[in-house]
């Protein structure tokens, strides 16, 4: 079945570092990928999303490649801030019946002052 | 307000209590679906709905039952509960189809099983 492979956390940077947080999948056909993010106590939040091969998503300073040679979906920003600090999910969504994204588990971001 | 609700926030309840969590919609989508969310392991679905007399389950639907009670509501119900229940639930909506692939989250419901 589909899957979703992200790197592993905790990732911990400083003010203004430049984020890279790999995603790859694995899938038929060419799914949506999204990008979710999760702040604090809060719920998932639609950070970005990209539809077909070479589509960038991008939303507050994040951006994301659909890369369909090599199955990935990497997240990027120049310069992160200490309001950046959440955990991350990278996702497709399924072409079958249900429609289900498919998550990564996620990785959890640090920005240190 | 919020488009997508969900009560109780929190909820502590003991093995083998019946427990509801309830999830509204303000967002007129069709389809609806309940996720569960463990440390380290993403969130994996439930169930779903398409409208209110379409009812799927999802990869992991052992415990758990499903009501749609209207467009805009769907309640998930844990029979007899137990620990390995605890989690943090969401419920999340979609348009779905040719209007729109993107899911919209609730802000969870902390459930712990005693």
């Known amino acids: 079945g589909d899957s979703v492979t992200q790197m592993e956390g905790p990732v911990t940077l400083s003010e203004e570092a430049f984020l890279t947080i790999n995603c790859t999948y694995t899938?038929?056909?060419?799914?949506?990928l999204f990008w979710y993010v999760q702040y604090p106590g809060e719920g998932l939040q639609l950070l970005l999303k990209?539809?077909?091969?070479?589509d960038k998503g991008s939303n507050k300073g994040f951006e994301a490649t659909y890369r369909k040679e090599t199955t990935s979906f990497h997240l990027e920003k120049g310069s992160v801030q200490v309001s950046d600090s959440a955990v991350y999910f990278c996702?497709?969504?399924?072409?079958?019946?249900?429609?289900?994204?498919?998550f990564g588990k996620g990785t959890k971001l640090t920005v240190n002052p | 307000d919020a488009d997508v609700t969900q009560t109780p926030r929190n909820r502590i309840t003991k093995t083998g209590k019946r427990i509801m969590l309830e999830c509204s919609q303000t967002?007129?989508?069709?389809?609806m679906y309940w996720y569960r969310q463990d440390p380290g392991l993403g969130l994996r679905l439930i169930y779903y709905?398409?409208?209110?007399?379409?009812?799927n389950k999802g990869e992991i639907s052992d415990g758990y039952s499903v009501s749609r009670q209207a467009q805009a509501k769907f309640s998930l119900s844990l029979e007899s509960a137990i620990p390995n229940q605890t989690a943090l639930y969401f419920c999340?909506?979609?348009?779905?189809?040719?209007?729109?692939?993107?899911?919209?989250f609730g802000p969870g419901t902390r459930l712990t099983v005693l």
């Open positions: 999340a909506t979609s348009g779905g189809g040719a209007w729109g692939d993107t899911q919209y």
């Open positions: 899938a038929t056909g060419y799914p949506s």
């Open positions: 990209a539809t077909k091969a070479d």
């Open positions: 996702a497709l969504r399924d072409q079958g019946g249900s429609e289900k994204l498919v």
């Open positions: 967002k007129g989508h069709d389809r």
């Open positions: 709905s398409f409208d209110v007399k379409d009812i």
